[in-house]
Nanobody, 121 residues
Framework: QVQLVESGGGLVQPGGSLRLSCVAS????????MGWYRQNPGKERDLVAA???????NYADSVKGRFNISRDNAKNTVYLQMNSLKPEDTAVYYC???????????????WGQGTQVTVSS
């Protein structure tokens, strides 16, 4: 059983910073993709940032230059450093890992439970 646990959300003023963490635990053989998504009520879940096993990262246009994604492979952990936060960044943030649990297994999606980020004065 694989579990993803996020932390680091909260309330911050516009212009402030937060750092989200997502650690995966359980039977993990290989992680190919780690990503952060966000969602507001009634809206679709959108990709914010992603990083693949080779280290390449991509970002949504709305967060480029403000957010930075990084990963610690030894800890099965992905981070999202969020700077210069804006009210429109308010959302529930979810992490996703694409991983396989055995050498011959297939890659599957695993999601965290979500963490609320609120940017408000």
């Amino acid at each position: 059983q694989v579990q993803l646990v996020e932390s680091g959300g909260g309330l911050v003023q516009p212009g402030g910073s937060l750092r989200l963490s997502c650690v995966a635990s359980g039977s993990i053989f290989s992680i190919n993709f780690m990503g952060w998504y966000r969602q507001n009520p009634g809206k679709e879940r959108d990709l914010v940032a992603a990083i693949v096993s080779g280290g390449s990262a991509n970002y949504a246009d709305s967060v480029k230059g403000r957010f930075n994604i990084s990963r610690d492979n030894a800890k099965n952990t992905v981070y999202l450093q969020m700077n210069s936060l804006k009210p429109e960044d308010t959302a529930v943030y979810y992490c996703k890992h694409v991983l396989k649990t055995t050498r011959r297994g297939l890659f599957s999606d695993y999601w965290g439970q979500g963490t609320q980020v609120t940017v408000s004065s």
